[in-house]
């Protein structure tokens, strides 16, 4: 499953009014329950905590990457949101966060496709030129490309 597939327009934000992590959560979690990814958008947010109480999901360079494992994913999706103001996030760095993408993976989907969505993002977070895209661009088609460009 490559990450073109299962990114689209509808599934970013790049304005997001959030205030604080929790409220990225949230947003994106309502993002990928209006486009019918989650039977329960609430069981969702729990379990995304429980992942985030194992660790840090902060990755640094103002990128955080939470993910819920979860039984309300009908299909495994990303949402992803970038907020114009700094977001507190248990970071690799300790430095805020304003590029989010929120991972929603079937229970069914755990390893395999998981781990290997998660390899193609950070293949994509490791250029330099990708990640100053990302935090800059207010183009959703744009955001598409540079985290499918390397597939």
């Known amino acids: 499953m490559g990450l073109e597939k299962i990114l689209n327009e509808n599934l970013i934000n790049l304005d997001l009014q959030a205030k604080n992590k929790d409220e990225a959560i949230r947003e994106l979690t309502a993002m990928l329950q209006r486009e019918g990814k989650l039977s329960d958008a609430g069981q969702f947010i729990r379990d995304v905590y429980k992942r985030e109480a194992e660790g840090r ?3 640094g360079n103002h990128i955080a990457i939470p993910h819920g494992k979860s039984m309300a994913v009908l299909s495994t ?25 929120l991972f929603a993976v ?12 998660l390899a193609k993002v950070a293949a994509a977070l490791a ?13 959703k088609k744009e955001v598409i490309k540079t985290m499918s460009k390397e597939e």
Not at 90 to 101: A, G, T
Not at 127 to 139: F, I, P, T, V
């Open 57 to 59: 999901t902060g990755l």
């Open 77 to 101: 999706a990303v949402a992803i949101g970038r907020t114009s103001h700094a977001l507190e996030w248990e970071s690799l760095d300790d430095k805020p966060v304003h590029f989010i993408i």
């Open 106 to 117: 079937r229970n069914v989907d755990e390893t395999t496709v998981h781990l290997k969505l």
């Open 127 to 139: 250029d330099e030129d990708n990640l100053q895209k990302l935090l800059r661009s207010n183009d």
